[in-house]
């Protein structure tokens, strides 16, 4: 028995065995039982031995070993293996665009958590049916089956792309699960029969629009010689091709550089040509074609998406809760008894089954014909993962039951678990592109993706799992809430998990530590030092930094850069975390954490050229100040940055994960030493006097304390502001000499905002106790 062929390799043995036209080149039967016998690794039907045999030939020249290095070898390729040089193939790229101008029209979480589920939905389960694809994960709270899911889409998929004639092949037909490349992250990448390109882009974003009336959404495709998997993008005559031997000669050449990347050294040309001049070649011209389309640029022979979903108004109907459409229902069942459109209903739907697991009873009075279908909430997904995992479910759980635990109906219930106040977490990854840029085949590209999507989402998993336990609802007013007091939920909101990207909302006095064990997990996850239930890490050797480049730890770590281990992985999260009160419009928190994730990714980037690869965090306690009339680097630059002979920094963050750690150490020193907050506050106002005004009242107060000096001279003063020139140090400053600039910072500020969301471990076992003692005496 031969081995099994790739599920890639599969896929591209059907494309090219169907050929160019949407009628297939070989009956039906012949292409599923080739597919069968190559799943199986048996011999293909001896109709299609050319094809396959074809398909190993061209994984064969994947090898890099084997890339030709003159254009005179790249055409004896062409005419050696006419098949892969005169067949095209479809490849096909898309996906929802503005998410976040859709997911956070509404401020009102059910509706947040409805439009995300219903991307989710789409992306994950409605995409993937187009091809066959049924989800591995099943909620028993169903009330659908997920093959009856996928059945349905495949229906309308049919009913919208109609065959031509009876010779003609539908194109569910032409679509079979190994032609995905990947699925995640809100879009999909896929190859196709070539003559179904069209068809398919148009049909993905269809279904968004079908589905969520107002979504945007983008979807192109282009035909590819079969060869060009191999080596890129090649000219119809071959003889035209910029190959190796003339960039050898032209690599410095600007507008070269501009496509191939400046380069120092031959070795170096060569390794950024075959990077370029691969399977990776053909997804930049798609991204490329997908960025013009969702520009409003046309696209030959397709519809126009310049124009976006309008829905008619009137001045005398009544509108929905965001004032842009016509109410088509009054739900008096609901908190607030909304008017909604039918883009918000579907939103508010969507929000309460992936709360409850079932369609509400006052969708179904509607009597509406759309249908949610199969909704996977990120709450049951998290509550497998504890299943998976018995040492995080007793960890999180303590004594009692999954089932006894509730979603958060809203943000006022979760703020009635955290003292009124939650944090908004947004991460993204980091080196992404770089790492891309060097993926050279399909099936890379499709390790790479899932091994993200699953170090994304588990690195979550694992944080929550660490740090949080359900927490007891009091104060809640029962006549407006599904829940009562005493009912146990779980304290926080998933928004979004996507590819490298998270948006959660956790409680204040725990978001810092989730922020760091994500950034921790993420990295620990792909280099398989930290387990994932049913998965594994596919590169995770290829994830690891091979280089031994001298490390300067002491310009990356302002604390105690001596105790810091240089990064291992080549990718990395970095983290905006917003500390607020949870009335905060939800629009406004989005987009400052935002600012706080952005600033967070350039940190990352300034540092990294000292070496530094690892994750980073940008927070900001919105407690004193509750609103921001500009950015937040102008409020920083005007405010708290003062020219005083040098400059002086009254904040320093961003920080690195390793420094992260110590901030919190830090701060529970401070609580340690029961610190005054009288004084905390004072020494906090003398800051912006200068250097020495505050240092003088620092001393005078710490000296001043009755317990924990010790313990605030290691974990702060030695820790963070040891002198430069001597033994001594500067406390409450640091002195800084890095990036080009010279200037003094400090953590003070940070540490008092942060002071009453910082818990010791004493109050956490505390908070564990009480929490399995009220458990335990809640009835059944």
């Given amino acids: 028995m031969a081995d099994k062929m790739h599920p890639i390799s599969i896929g591209i043995a059907w494309c090219l065995a169907w050929g160019e036209e949407k009628t297939p080149k070989y009956g039906l039967d012949i292409l599923q039982q080739m597919r069968e016998a190559l799943q199986k690794g048996e011999k293909a039907p001896e109709q299609v031995l050319d094809v396959v045999n074809t398909v190993e030939e061209l ?37 929802a665009t503005k998410i976040k101008q859709y997911v956070f029209e509404e401020s009102k979480l059910p509706d947040i958590r409805g439009a995300s589920a219903l991307l989710d939905r789409i992306n994950l389960v409605d995409l993937p049916a187009f091809f066959g694809v049924t989800p591995k994960y099943i909620p028993k709270t169903s009330t659908h089956n997920y093959q009856l899911q996928c059945d349905e889409v495949r229906r309308w998929l049919n009913n919208n792309y109609l065959k031509q004639s009876d010779d003609e092949k539908s194109i569910c037909e032409a679509l079979i699960p190994e032609l995905i490349i990947y699925s995640t992250g809100g879009n999909i990448l896929a190859f196709c029969p070539a003559a179904f390109v069209d068809d398919l882009a148009n049909a993905i ?40 031997d003339r960039y050898q000669k032209e690599y410095k050449n600007p507008i070269v550089e501009g496509l191939f990347g400046k380069v120092e050294n031959d070795s170096q040309a060569i390794e950024n040509f075959k ?16 960025n013009q389309r969702r520009s409003g640029n046309e696209t030959p022979n397709r519809p126009s998406r310049r124009y976006p979903p309008m829905l008619d108004t009137h001045p005398y109907l009544r509108r929905d809760e965001v004032e842009k459409r016509s109410a088509i229902a009054h739900i008096t069942q609901l908190t607030g008894q909304p008017y909604l459109s039918e883009a918000s209903l579907r939103k508010r739907c969507i929000g309460d089954r992936a709360k409850k697991g079932e369609i509400p009873s006052w969708y179904t009075e509607l009597k509406l014909d759309w249908q949610p279908g199969i909704i996977e909430s990120w709450t049951n997904k998290f509550e497998i993962f504890l299943k998976q995992n018995p040492d995080k479910h007793q960890k999180y759980c303590k004594n009692y039951h999954l089932e006894d635990i509730e979603t958060s109906p809203s943000l006022t219930h979760l703020s009635k678990v955290s003292n009124g106040f939650v944090a908004y977490i947004y991460a993204d990854g980091n080196n992404m592109g770089g790492y891309i840029q ?41 006549s407006t809430s599904r829940l009562n007091n005493g009912d146990f939920i779980h304290p926080f909101e998933i928004i979004t998990i996507g590819g490298d990207d998270i948006i959660l909302i956790v409680p204040a006095d725990k978001a810092l530590e989730i922020a760091k064990d ?3 997990n993420f990295e620990n996850i792909l280099l398989g030092n930290l387990s994932i239930p049913g998965e594994e890490i596919k590169d995770k050797d290829n994830y690891k930094i091979t280089t031994e480049k001298p490390v300067d730890l002491q310009v990356i770590h302002r604390y105690q850069w001596q105790k810091a281990k240089p990064t291992q992985c080549k ?139 010790t ?48 818990k010791t471990k004493e109050e956490d076992n505390d908070e564990s106790q009480q929490t399995a003692a009220n458990i335990s005496n809640t009835p059944k």
Wanted: hydrophobic share 35%; proline share 2%; with cysteine.
């Fill in 59 to 95: 994984k064969g020249l994947e090898d890099i070993k084997k890339f030709p290095k003159t254009l005179n070898e790249l055409k004896e390729l062409t005419e050696k293996y006419p098949l892969l040089w005169n067949s095209r193939i479809g490849l096909v790229y898309g996906g």
């Fill in 205 to 244: 974003e269809k279904r968004y629009t079908c589905e969520t009336l107002t979504a945007n959404s983008c979807a192109v495709g282009d035909r590819f010689k079969i060869l060009e998997i191999a080596f890129g993008l090649l000219r119809d005559n071959i003889e035209d091709t910029f190959w190796l």
């Fill in 275 to 290: 990077n370029r001049k691969s399977f990776n070649e053909l997804t930049t011209k798609l991204a490329i074609l997908f």
């Fill in 438 to 478: 060097k993926i050279r085949t399909p099936e890379a590209y499709q390790n790479f993706s899932q091994d993200v999507d699953n170090a994304t989402k588990y690195s979550v998993f694992h944080a929550l799992a660490n740090n949080l336990h359900p927490r007891q609802l009091q104060g809640i007013d029962e």
């Fill in 518 to 520: 994500i950034g921790g």
């Fill in 571 to 709: 990718l990395s999260i970095s983290s905006g975390v917003l500390i607020t009160s949870y009335n905060t419009p939800i629009y406004y928190a989005e987009d400052l954490t935002t600012q706080l994730m952005k600033s967070a990714k350039d940190y990352a980037k300034k540092i990294k050229k000292y070496e530094y690869f690892g994750g980073t965090v940008d927070f900001l306690t919105m407690k004193s100040v509750t609103m921001l009339s500009s950015s937040i680097k102008d409020f920083r630059e005007k405010a708290l940055i003062k020219k005083q002979g040098a400059e002086i920094k009254l904040y320093a963050a961003p920080y690195t994960l390793h420094e992260l750690g110590g901030l919190i150490a830090s701060i529970k020193a401070l609580i340690a030493a029961d610190f005054p907050k009288s004084q905390l506050y004072q020494i906090r106002d003398f800051l912006a006097k200068g250097r020495r005004t505050a240092s003088l009242n620092y001393c005078y107060f710490r000296y001043r304390l009755k317990q924990g000096q």
């Fill in 711 to 758: 313990q605030l001279r290691e974990d702060f003063e030695k820790a963070w502001c040891d002198a430069k020139t001597n033994e001594g140090n500067i406390a409450p400053w640091m002195y800084e000499n890095r990036f080009g600039e010279k200037y003094y910072e400090t953590i003070w500020r940070e540490m008092v905002d942060l002071y009453e969301f910082i």
